[in-house]
């Protein structure tokens, strides 16, 4: 956290491989600004149930017993409090009673839960939240329609007309595993050269005049080899994320065998973010199958090629979901998908493709 804080930034994102310190440095950094300056924690996710029940009573446990055995509640309140506990969304400084053989706790709490599904309700509630903790926020598959919008009236909710709170700026935490290289976070937040940062690099965006300073960390492996290493050294890519911090990547089909440009019976492209793909038809024989390439040279007949796009274009032959087709080319095209006969030129190719598709799911739900 230290270096990220230097960077002066509102935003402070970190991502990387599995268990390497990002969620407890974000907790151990909010604990320690309410216990100094008394500004409240506020922890964000995406539904209400991963709050509910042992997930939001362990939420802080390793602050009460890290890996070493160490209790940081317990040194960061000069011994008043050893625990933490949980009740209806709130997290409250406790101590153990031997005497009474119970949990005596401080009587406000200094950490929130909310869920993004359910900020509506809270739009009326003011909270003295100083550290706003957004754990998770990466996902492959559950994205909320509109999140980033629903992300942003939920920051607006917490941190009303403050930039400051006791003299301290507000900030936003984000962390996150590397489960996914397309995130919906880094368009929305103009955080461009996500997918070309090194492990330990840090960069910095600005916003023009705004002021606003995001600072975007890749984080660094602890250790070259941890030992539960060797309970995932399968051969297998999806793996390197835990044990790495490498951009997991799912596996795709893979063209079987070569086909002639004679058997190409139609091409449609994919814009996806900066990437296009060219998607061609091929039949042949007893075969008829999709193959996915990029496209690395400028579209040729941008006016007549069918052209799926996250885009809005006033063009008729730019379309939106390839999941929900409105014409019989679209029927066609979707047959290959829904009966899986789609090939791919890499394991990236098929990730770029399947974050289009979930796009394209999830438009209008």
Known sequence: MKKL??????????????????????????????????????????????FKGKRGSAYWD?????????????????????????????WFLAYYDHDEEKYITQPEPFAYAFALT???????????????????????????????????????????????????PIRVIMCANTISQYCPYWEEMGLTNIRRMKKGQIDIYNYGDSGLKVAVEYCDSPNTFKPSDVYFAFDNPKLKMITGGAWELDIYPHLQNKYSEKDIKFIYFVKFQEHILQCEIVVRDNEAFTFIHKKTTPLKAEDKDIIFTTEADQRANYLGRLTKPLTKAGKKILYFFANNKVFYQSNEVGEIMQHYLNWSNNLLK
């Open 5 to 50: 804080l230097n960077t002066g930034g509102r935003y402070l994102i970190c991502f990387g491989e599995r268990s390497n310190g990002k969620t407890f440095q974000s907790l151990l950094f909010g604990l320690s600004e309410y216990i100094k300056h008394g500004n409240k924690v506020a922890i964000i996710r995406r539904f209400r149930e991963d």
């Open 62 to 90: 390793n602050l009460c017993f890290d890996g070493e055995g160490k209790n940081h509640v317990k040194e960061l309140t000069n011994g008043k409090y050893d625990s933490i506990t949980y009740y209806a969304g709130k």
């Open 118 to 168: 359910e900020m509506e309700h809270e739009k009326g509630n003011t909270y003295a939240v100083g550290t706003i903790i957004f754990d998770e926020f990466m996902t492959r598959t559950n994205y909320l329609p509109d999140e980033f919008v629903l992300f942003m009236n939920t920051l607006s909710t917490l941190i009303r007309s403050r930039d400051t709170l006791n003299s301290q």
